[in-house]
């Protein structure tokens, strides 16, 4: 773990309402990013009438910190501590000790495995211990759910996940970071631990929802009490009823040494009085209330109040137009329910467990607040806290209004019940102050401070408009500002057009510029939705341009989406640059506009069986995995489809995804069968590189795929010749071939050259001239050196690659070889159906990079003009969780370099070009840790012998999780 890192802020950063009356107030605690979403987990009362909360901030994504706020008696902050962990975590507890320090626990994700670790610290928040949990048993998830002081030390109550049963978990250390106990409980198939509280002979009482297969058919409360020291279970009840679904959220004791359990029966409120023996004497169900005929759903938080007259609890209403707001009740020694506090609006599962009852009869009650209305998108919870007085008050000020519906658009108020459940909110100096929702009668009260306030109501959707939307008050001590009312009209009109363009998008920017072509004769249907589905179709002119006039019955009441198709036969593979555009929604206009940007390549028209082959890294006496992709890209099925595939002789295959189906030498041969157009498909084989070749030696593979003709007709002057080379190391000298294997003699001579290292061995080009099946050789002496030879191909020729051969680590002497120049020069694999890949061998190496091919010789890294870079780009998961949403943005030099249209990304997705030359994919897979990934493309140089010293910057994004991410040149 990162040394932790704490520091005390005054709270700056935090935005407050002052406070004037000490029985009772409301807080929000923002953090430093208004929106990133937070929750005070739990407030622990201190001397001299003050508390210390526990805010764990940004909650959905798992911040890497916590904070610890020191307040007064009014909520007000004094100090704050920030507590670095450097990894996302997710506070879930905090006590004080009796050696007056502090304990906390958190729950931080390492793989697919969840740990609790606990904390201990001094009086000034130091870092005394830290204990991870999951060195108990490494193969277990340990979800801790509550922290104790007992005898015994700091035990630790939460789930156990093991890898064939869950179930609950007891674990204790000393004050000096002993281990002292360790126990399970409740039900051997599945246990999810609720709470836990003491006993008075200093044992403890734990609680959670419990599932057996072997004796009953449902889930049920289990109840299990341990001694003093943990190291017993002095007995365990299980609560339930036959096909009744019962939960339990918390326990606490009860004045006559029994203790009351807090949770769920069917999704309805819940409580148990136990006895001592773990004994059920009463229950009580929280049902068709006079105020919430829906019942309630959940009882989260319980506390005992001091003088024994009864208990005040946190229940979630089940009451739908409050969205599952919670409630602070007091309820009496048999649980009924004598009055309660609405708290909102807020969501289930945000606004959190923890209620304390104080001495003066009132309780602190901590969560989070929803604080944007909309429940789709920008949802955002603030850290919240409340603190009651004995007759269930906090703030005795505050506004309140109507919110009426306007049925004529006139902004006056027509009718009270159009607004019903409908969010007003209230801020004061642009942070949230408070909320309340619209009820039946058109009547809202927000309980606020005293100060200056701009008060809202969000229109739920485009369509809502308001009179006005924001109005301006002030707040004064003791007393609730009237008055602050909002009319509102539901604006309805008949739609007139729905229009756009469908069109080649070659900028990506969503727009048809004058320069870009239009798609005509694309069939459009527009899929719209509200009182019943209605289909709408229409087709592209010579322009691209559609439009659907006036449809009929539709009004901006409607959502939905277009569905667009080319034309049958059209030849073309588009990828659209512009998805959003396909939903449809008109808010407050009568049309909406589409437009359908797209980027398509034109199908052959006839099968190509497209392949690529790479691997990620070849190391000396490891395996490694050689990724063969294949498309057919033509515009017809290919028929007998098949892969070859060549390893390097010097590499021993181990394995492959799929079965070959013949290996001839080093070639091994796949049936792909029929293969459709655009189908696709990966074959994975593993290979092991030799331990004992030198670092740095070049390995290569080939795929090739059949059928591998093009339909083009070779030109009139080609004379029926095909030249092919080839390479050999013979003892002492290096031999090349070249062979005409075509069915013609040769009509002219053609050019050779020979490349040493990377020094042209000939002073001019050498000729040669072949009849139908004659050959010429030319060696060289093997003295270690990299040769290479290119031959010129027959003119006329129905093909695209150069002849080429090369050697490397030829040595008839053993001595020292010219190593990593294959990759200096371009491979011989233009034609689609062929793919050549060379990678040479390494330790250990940087897993983010970017490597071109070819990547140039000399050190300005020269390439001849029209040569396609093909390159590599891979990273990895360095990270301890999986990376489920991985984006990547890759940028290439304006300076002559031009994209060929059929780049593609993994999976045969094409990337999407942007302004500046960026190309970004996205790709919805997930990348577990410690795997890799990587993309290729092929930019072209188009500028004469070109300098390439960098060819483009790459750079990683990864949402919700936590990879390395960089950036690299090539």
Same mark, same amino acid.
């Given at each position: 773990m990162k040394p932790m890192q704490i520091s005390l802020w005054l709270a700056l950063t935090v935005l407050f309402l002052p406070g004037s009356y000490a029985q009772g107030w409301q807080r929000h605690y923002h953090d430093q990013n208004f929106t990133d979403g937070a929750e005070v987990v739990k407030a622990l009362p201190m001397p001299g009438d003050s508390f210390l909360l526990l805010i764990e901030d940004a909650s959905f994504i798992n911040p890497d910190h916590i904070r610890l706020v020191q307040t007064d008696g009014t909520g007000m902050p004094a100090s704050e501590q920030l507590i670095n962990f450097g990894k996302g975590v997710t506070a879930l507890d905090l006590i004080r000790t009796t050696d007056h320090g502090f304990a906390l626990i958190y729950r931080e994700r390492i793989g697919n495995q969840v740990t609790t670790k606990l904390q201990k610290l001094d009086t000034q928040f130091n870092l005394v211990f830290e204990r991870d949990l999951q060195q108990i048993d490494p193969n277990s998830s340990f979800q801790g759910v509550q922290?104790?002081?007992?005898?015994?030390?700091?035990?630790?109550?939460?789930?156990?996940?093991?890898?064939?049963?869950?179930?609950?978990?007891?674990?204790?250390?000393?004050?000096?970071?002993?281990?002292?106990?360790?126990?399970?409980?409740?039900?051997? /198939?599945?246990?999810? @631990?609720?709470?836990?509280?003491? !006993? &008075? #002979?200093? *044992?403890?009482?734990?609680? +959670?929802?419990? =599932?057996?297969?072997?004796?009953?058919?449902?889930?049920?409360?289990?109840?299990?009490?341990?001694?003093?020291?943990?190291?017993?279970?002095?007995?365990?009840?299980?609560?339930?009823?036959?096909? /009744?679904?019962?939960? @339990?959220?918390?326990?606490?004791? !009860? &004045? #006559?040494? *029994?203790?009351?359990?807090? +949770?769920?029966? =069917?999704?309805?409120?819940?409580?148990?009085?136990?006895?001592?023996?773990?004994?059920?004497?009463?229950?009580?169900?929280?049902?068709?209330?006079?105020?919430?005929?829906?019942?309630?759903?959940? /009882?989260?938080?319980?506390?005992?109040?001091?003088?024994?007259?009864g208990y005040w609890a946190t229940i979630k209403?089940?009451?739908?137009?409050?969205?599952?707001?919670p409630l602070l009740c007091r309820l009496d020694t048999q649980g009924n329910l004598q009055s309660y506090t609405v708290v909102g609006p807020g969501f289930d599962g945000y606004f959190g467990r923890f209620i304390e009852?104080?001495?003066?009869?009132?309780?602190?009650?901590?969560?989070g607040q929803e604080a944007n209305p909309d429940l789709n998108t920008n949802r955002f919870i603030i850290p919240f806290a409340i603190r009651l007085d004995s007759a269930g008050r906090h703030f005795q000020s505050g506004i309140s209004g109507m919110a009426t519906g306007d049925l004529d658009d006139d902004c006056l108020s027509d009718v009270d019940s159009l607004l019903e459940g409908q969010l007003v909110q209230a801020f004061k100096n642009g942070a949230f102050a408070g909320s309340a929702r619209v009820g039946s009668n058109g009547n809202y009260q927000i309980t606020l401070d005293t100060g200056n306030y701009q008060v809202t109501i969000p229109?739920?959707?485009?369509?809502?408009?308001?009179?006005?939307?924001?109005?301006?008050?002030?707040?004064?001590?003791?007393?609730?500002?009237?008055?602050?009312?909002?009319?509102?009209?539901?604006?309805?009109?008949?739609?007139?057009?729905?229009?756009?363009?469908?069109?080649?998008?070659?900028?990506?920017?969503?727009?048809?510029?004058?320069?870009?072509?239009?798609?005509?004769?694309?069939?459009?249907?527009?899929?719209?939705?509200?009182?019943?589905?209605?289909?709408?179709?229409?087709?592209?002119?010579?322009?691209?341009?559609?439009?659907?006039?006036?449809?009929?019955?539709?009004?901006?009441?409607?959502?939905?989406?277009?569905s667009i198709a080319p034309p049958a036969n059209d030849g073309l593979t588009c990828t659209f640059?512009?998805?959003?555009?396909?939903?449809?929604?008109?808010?407050?206009?009568?049309?909406?506009?589409?437009?359908?940007?797209?980027?398509?390549?034109?199908?052959?028209?006839?099968?190509?069986?497209?392949?690529?082959?790479?691997?990620?890294?070849?190391?000396?006496?490891?395996?490694?995995?050689?990724?063969?992709?294949?498309?057919?890209?033509?515009?017809?099925?290919a028929e007998d489809a098949q892969l070859e595939i060549t390893i390097d002789p010097?590499?021993?295959?181990?394995?492959?995804?799929?079965?070959?189906?013949?290996?001839?030498?080093?070639?091994?041969?796949?049936?792909?069968?029929?293969?459709?157009?655009?189908?696709?498909?990966?074959?994975?084989?593993?290979?092991?590189?030799?331990?004992?070749?030198?670092?740095?030696?070049?390995?290569?593979?080939?795929?090739?795929?059949?059928p591998d003709s093009l339909s083009q007709d070779p030109a009139p002057s080609w004379d029926g010749s095909k030249i092919e080379v080839s390479a050999a190391c013979t003892g002492d000298s290096v031999t090349f071939t070249i062979q005409n294997v075509g069915t013609g003699n040769m009509s002219q001579a053609q050019d050779y050259i020979v490349i040493e290292d990377n020094v042209l061995l000939m002073q001019a080009p050498g000729q040669f001239q072949l009849n139908a099946g004659g050959s010429f050789s030319?060696?060289?002496?093997?003295?270690?050196?990299?040769?290479?030879?290119?031959?010129?191909?027959?003119?006329?020729?129905?093909?695209?690659?150069?002849?080429?051969?090369?050697?490397?680590?030829?040595?008839?002497?053993?001595?020292?070889?010219?190593?990593?120049?294959?990759?200096?020069?371009?491979?011989?694999?233009?034609?689609?159906?062929?793919?050549?890949?060379?990678?040479e061998s390494t330790n250990s190496y940087d897993p983010n990079d970017k490597n071109g091919f070819p990547r140039g010789y000399a050190p300005e890294h020269f390439i001849e003009e029209n040569t396609d870079i093909e390159y590599l780009i891979r990273f990895?998961?360095?990270?301890?969780?999986?990376?489920?949403?991985?984006?990547?943005?890759?940028?290439?030099?304006?300076?002559?370099?031009?994209?060929?249209?059929?780049?593609?990304?993994?999976?045969?997705?094409?990337?999407?070009?942007?302004?500046?030359?960026?190309?970004?994919?996205?790709?919805c897979f997930p990348l577990p840790r410690d795997k890799f990934a990587g993309f290729r493309e092929q930019p072209r140089v188009v500028a004469g012998l070109c300098e390439v010293p960098r060819i483009a910057t790459s750079r990683l994004a990864v949402r919700h999780g936590n990879p390395k991410h960089s950036s690299h040149l090539f």
């Open positions: 922290l104790l002081e007992t005898p015994a030390g700091l035990c630790i109550i939460g789930s156990q996940t093991q890898p064939t049963v869950n179930h609950g978990f007891l674990i204790c250390y000393d004050l000096n970071g002993n281990l002292v106990n360790q126990a399970n409980w409740g039900l051997p /198939v599945g246990m999810i @631990a609720g709470g836990a509280c003491l !006993t &008075p #002979d200093g *044992g403890l009482v734990a609680v +959670g929802q419990g =599932f057996d297969g072997a004796t009953f058919n449902t889930t049920g409360i289990v109840a299990t009490r341990f001694n003093a020291d943990g190291s017993q279970i002095l007995w365990e009840k299980i609560v339930y009823q036959q096909s /009744v679904l019962h939960a @339990a959220r918390i326990v606490v004791p !009860t &004045p #006559d040494d *029994g203790f009351l359990i807090g +949770g769920t029966e =069917f999704n309805k409120a819940y409580l148990a009085k136990l006895d001592a023996q773990g004994n059920i004497l009463w229950e009580q169900k929280f049902l068709n209330l006079p105020d919430f005929p829906d019942g309630l759903g959940a /009882v989260v938080g319980l506390s005992p109040m001091a003088d024994g007259s209403s089940n009451y739908i137009p409050y969205l599952a707001q009852a104080l001495p003066d009869g009132g309780c602190i009650a901590t969560g229109p739920p959707s485009p369509l809502w408009f308001y009179c006005p939307d924001t109005l301006t008050t002030t707040v004064l001590a003791q007393d609730t500002t009237t008055g602050v009312d909002f009319t509102g009209f539901y604006h309805v009109q008949p739609i007139d057009s729905l229009f756009g363009y469908v069109f080649e998008d070659y900028d990506g920017d969503c727009i048809k510029d004058p320069f870009e072509p239009a798609y005509p004769n694309w069939t459009i249907v527009a899929n719209l939705f509200h009182q019943g589905t209605f289909l709408f179709e229409t087709t592209t002119d010579s322009n691209g341009y559609f439009v659907i006039t006036q449809p009929a019955g539709i009004t901006n009441e409607f959502q939905g989406f277009f640059t512009c998805l959003q555009d396909f939903d449809i929604a008109f808010g407050n206009s009568s049309t909406f506009q589409a437009m359908f940007g797209m980027q398509c390549d034109s199908l052959a028209p006839h099968p190509v069986v497209e392949v690529d082959v790479a691997t990620n890294s070849l190391r000396p006496c490891l395996n490694s995995n050689v990724h063969v992709n294949y498309c057919n890209n033509g515009a017809v099925t010097a590499l021993t295959v181990q394995s492959s995804s799929i079965p070959w189906d013949a290996v001839d030498g080093n070639v091994y041969t796949f049936l792909l069968g029929d293969l459709l157009t655009e189908a696709c498909g990966t074959i994975t084989i593993t290979v092991k590189t030799p331990c004992t070749d030198p670092l740095g030696t070049t390995y290569c593979f080939e795929a090739h795929g059949y030319r060696s060289f002496p093997a003295t270690g050196a990299f040769y290479r030879l290119e031959a010129e191909q027959t003119p006329g020729l129905p093909g695209l690659s150069t002849p080429i051969a090369w050697v490397e680590g030829c040595n008839s002497n053993g001595g020292p070889v010219s190593l990593g120049f294959v990759n200096q020069y371009p491979l011989p694999d233009v034609e689609p159906w062929i793919d050549l890949f060379c990678l990895q998961n360095t990270g301890t969780d999986t990376a489920f949403t991985v984006a990547m943005r890759d940028t290439l030099s304006p300076f002559g370099a031009v994209f060929k249209p059929t780049d593609r990304a993994p999976g045969g997705k094409q990337p999407s070009l942007r302004m500046g030359y960026a190309r970004r994919w996205r790709s």
